[in-house]
């Protein structure tokens, strides 16, 4: 995917969501030391959440935040699809269905009764999902939230004529280039070794472990990581709640078995 703005002008991107918290795009808003520049090279040409004025496709790039939860969505995500040359998936709702995909293990129908009067039956709710169950995904952005650096490197590269290239190690790499202190040989549950890098070690660097807001690190040996957890004590309700908090609905980690 080529795109060169000295040839074509501005390119014309879009900044979209579906359901989710909205703090994805809050990152791209809190931008604000490259923003200016960012304008002079791009065109906001639908950007609800930053602006009143905004006109559908097509659009060089869309940026979609949020998963898939209802018909209506499904509908909206490949309309964008069909209007976008290049679709990034903004965030691990988008990439992997989010916090909101715990639900998926859950009994939908049992809550609909429980929380509405009548049977909820007027409540759309699919299985949450990420948005390449329903169509194809040119660029995953992981993280929740995004990492603002990235937004900015995925730009600049689209920009300069260069297809965007997703980080293939985990965050522990980063973590260790850092030099900072290993919290799971201190016994505490790190999500670090199976997840994807990016963030810099955000959460390590201020000594909390990483809870895999990342995502599964493709080459993750999960089996080895979940052993390892284990004759660290660390229980396998514990462990489950871990794999089950950001990115439950990812491939590699729906059908997981802990036990
Ligand atoms: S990935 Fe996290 S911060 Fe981004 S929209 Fe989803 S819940 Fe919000
Ligand atoms: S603290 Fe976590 S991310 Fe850092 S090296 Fe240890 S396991 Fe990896
Ligand atoms: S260290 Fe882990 S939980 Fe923290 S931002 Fe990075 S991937 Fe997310």
């Given at each position: 995917m080529i795109f060169l703005v000295s040839d074509k002008g501005k390119l014309k991107v879009a900044i979209l969501g579906l359901t989710c918290c909205g703090g994805c795009q809050l990152e791209i808003l809190n931008l604000e030391p490259v923003l200016l520049d960012l304008v002079e090279v791009i065109e906001l040409v639908n950007f609800p959440e930053a602006q009143s004025e905004n006109k559908d496709g097509p659009y060089d790039v869309a940026f979609v935040e949020g998963s898939v939860t209802t018909r209506e969505?499904?509908?909206?995500?490949?309309?964008?699809?069909?209007?976008?040359?290049?679709?990034?998936?903004l965030g691990t709702c988008a990439c992997y269905g989010g916090v909101q995909s715990i639900r998926n293990f859950g009994d939908v129908e049992e809550a609909r009764k429980q929380v509405y009067d009548d049977d909820g039956s007027h409540i759309d709710a699919?299985?949450?999902t990420g948005l390449d169950e329903h169509v194809n995904v040119d660029y995953y952005m992981r993280g929740c939230p995004v990492d603002r650096s990235e937004i900015v490197d995925v730009l600049t590269s689209l920009l300069i004529g260069k297809t965007p290239e997703p980080k293939h190690y985990s965050v522990c790499v980063e973590c260790k280039l850092a030099e900072y202190a290993c919290l799971l040989n201190e016994g505490k549950l790190c999500m670090g070794p199976v997840t994807n890098a990016g963030c810099k070690a955000r959460c390590p660097a201020v000594s909390v472990p990483c809870d895999g807001c990342r995502g599964p690190y493709d080459q993750a040996n999960l089996e080895s990581f979940i052993e390892i957890l284990k004759e660290k004590k660390i229980s396998v309700e514990d462990i489950l709640r871990k794999f089950r908090m950001y990115t439950s609905w990812a491939p590699q980690y729906r059908n997981l078995k802990v036990i």
């Open positions: 969505e499904i509908e909206r995500i490949k309309n964008i699809r069909k209007e976008s040359k290049f679709l990034v998936a699919l299985p949450a």
